[in-house]
């Protein structure tokens, strides 16, 4: 019976060495983990007391944290606005709904990607509404709620799942497999009745729950700027698709982790020091 050529790993050029830790690697490894390690150190210290207000400055750096458009956990405000909340939140989901797949990087076909880029046409949409509303001019089409930032929020969070994670493992894997995650309706049909179940727990649940994920939403900033640095760095470092295993990615890894890192402590402590 033949087989389906769409689970073939994409065709690579021949290597000469699956790429080893050498010594130049193990030291730029141990070199970036001190560097982390301080800067996380400085973070801490420059930072608030407290988790809630960690959160709160690491949300700082991609977000303008606007009471009036973000949730609350009792009586406190979430880290993220409704639409960051929703959109980071969403690209987490889509992201963990990539990787548990496998090295698969193939583009998903027709069918699935009309509806993702009628996801992110709504999240932009709305948010020119909403900016619209701000200004106070007259041609906004409807009034903007946080309902409604969430969900177009988690929307587009979707769609940068959905092209982050086949980015990443077209550029970091040697057997990266040509097939999509995310194949038919059915599979994104799933996606989507997950994410309505992140919405109804963020907008309408139990206050408890709004807790963790507060924390989920945070932690994907750092894995959404991880990952895009991470393949950014790949490139640069001229290591795509020479990677059989998570260690053969360590340095790259702390490249991205670092690099997101460092992005989130400038902007926030700008933010702080500017306004």
Not at 65 to 84: E, I
């Amino acid at each position: 019976m033949a087989q389906d050529r769409s689970q073939l790993p994409a065709a690579q050029p021949e290597l000469s060495s699956p790429n080893p830790l050498g010594k130049s690697d193990r030291a730029w490894t141990w070199g970036l983990s001190a560097a982390l390690v301080v800067l996380a150190a400085v973070f801490f210290a420059l930072t608030p007391p407290g988790l809630w207000n960690k959160l709160l400055a690491v949300g700082s750096a991609v977000c303008h944290q606007d009471p009036a458009h973000s949730f609350y956990v009792f009586g406190r405000q979430m880290p993220l606005c409704a639409r960051c909340t929703g959109m980071y939140l969403g690209a987490l989901l889509s992201l963990a709904l990539h990787f548990r797949q496998g090295k698969l990087g193939g583009i998903p076909p027709r069918k699935v990607l009309i509806p993702l880029g009628l996801l992110f046409l709504l999240f932009a949409l709305d948010g020119l509404n909403s900016l619209a509303s701000s200004l106070g001019t007259s041609w906004n089409f409807y009034q903007t709620t946080n309902l409604t930032r969430l969900v177009t929020g988690t929307g587009a969070g979707l769609v940068i799942g959905a092209v982050l994670a086949p980015l990443f493992n077209q550029t970091a894997w040697a057997g990266w497999v040509k097939a999509s995650a995310l194949p038919n309706g059915k599979k994104l049909a799933v996606l989507l009745a997950a994410a309505a179940v992140i919405i109804l727990v963020v907008y309408a649940g139990p206050q408890a729950l709004r807790y963790p994920a507060a924390i989920l939403s945070v932690l994907g900033v750092l894995v959404v700027l991880c990952l895009a640095y991470t393949t950014l760095a790949l490139i640069i470092l001229k290591r795509e698709n020479i990677a059989n295993s998570l260690r053969d990615l360590l340095l790259p890894l702390l490249v991205g982790l670092l690099a997101g890192s460092l992005q989130v402590a400038v902007f926030t402590f700008l933010r702080v020091w500017a306004f």
